[in-house]
């Protein structure tokens, strides 16, 4: 996912005031941008790393990136999501790096469905508990099913938090992986059908007849 | 009594393959025919399908419940260490 080429922001922009005290170097423009975008590009990080130190030099080469490319940035889009896009990549050269230097992943096979010769479930499926479909109150569950998420292999995980958390569009997410948009698709299926299996157990009504 | 000349339903395996793209509304009508025939019958292809749009729904309001505590809060060692880093590549 790249960057915008062209240079100029609409002098009608919301953004265009700053920016030009970003290029003009003002010291107290940086600390506003930082203060003011710092937050959301960091949450951005924690959703797609792992640990609190990774996300944070994520978003700090995020911004070093962001000052490097203010030129580039062109105003047809708002200045945060700008920020995000190079947040996101910031992110996943992170992510790389890493996959680099880390062992075998789990696969992903084992948690998918599993189904009979004639290609039936192996195991029926339950209805889930509706109090626990509805919205996500409780921490114990929000740490539960990112806990769950964070179970996923790698590859998969990222195509999760890009699609359904971060909303890339399916075309954004495979230019910013370097995959086909088949591929993406594909990937974000098993994703979605892992993530269902590894929350089944918890959400699942036990006493479900059908 | 079953009729021999009767179509075939498609199986779960067939019906959870593509079940992104009869979420996503991509499916023809004759698939979505052949779809909707099979869920007809299969009250455990309903539950999954069910469950995984669940899945989407508490997957993205787990992590999206993030954004709230964190957004607007940057630790100070962090702003500390982004304007040293500008500052000395400048």
Redesign the interface.
């Given at each position: 996912m790249s960057a915008p080429e062209t240079s100029e922001p609409s002098a009608d922009s919301p953004d265009a005031g700053l920016i030009a005290r970003l290029r003009a170097?003002e010291d107290a423009a940086?600390?506003e941008l930082?203060?003011a975008a710092?937050?959301?590009m960091?949450?951005v990080a924690?959703?797609m790393l792992r640990t609190e130190e990774d996300a944070?030099d994520a978003?700090?080469e995020a911004?070093?990136s962001a000052?490097?490319s203010l030129d580039k940035f062109d105003g047809r889009s708002q200045l945060t999501t700008w920020l995000h896009r190079i947040t996101v990549n910031a992110c996943l050269m992170k992510l790389r790096s890493q996959r680099r230097r880390g062992g075998p992943e789990r696969q992903i096979d084992e948690f998918l469905?599993e189904?009979l010769e004639?290609?039936?479930?192996r195991t029926?499926?339950?209805?889930?508990k509706p109090t626990?479909?509805g919205?996500?109150e409780q921490q114990e569950?929000?740490d539960l099913?990112?806990a769950k998420?964070d179970e996923l292999p790698e590859q998969y995980r990222v195509v999760?938090?890009l699609r359904?958390?971060e909303e890339l569009s399916t075309e954004q997410t495979a230019e910013a992986l370097d995959m086909t948009v088949n591929a993406v698709?594909t990937r974000?299926?098993r994703a979605?059908?892992a993530?269902?299996g590894l929350?089944?157990p918890h959400?699942r009504a036990e006493d479900?007849l059908? | 009594m079953i009729n021999p000349h009767s179509k075939p339903y498609m199986t779960c395996h067939e019906v959870l393959d593509f079940l992104m793209s009869y979420i996503d509304g991509e499916l023809t009508p004759a698939q979505l025919g052949e779809f909707d025939r099979h869920l007809g019958v299969c009250p455990s292809c309903v539950n999954y399908i069910d469950s995984y749009k669940a899945t989407i729904r508490i997957g993205k309001s787990a992590l999206a419940n993030t954004d709230d505590s964190a957004a607007g809060s940057v630790p100070r060692e962090l702003i500390k260490a982004i304007r040293a880093a500008r500052l000395k590549g400048s």
């Open positions: 170097g940086f600390d930082v203060a710092g937050g959301r960091l949450a924690r959703r944070q978003v700090q911004f070093l000052f490097k469905p189904f004639d290609g039936h479930q029926s499926s339950k209805p889930w626990q479909t919205g996500i569950t929000r099913v990112r998420i999760l938090v359904d958390i698709k974000l299926h979605r059908q993530l269902r929350l089944d959400f479900a059908s | -």
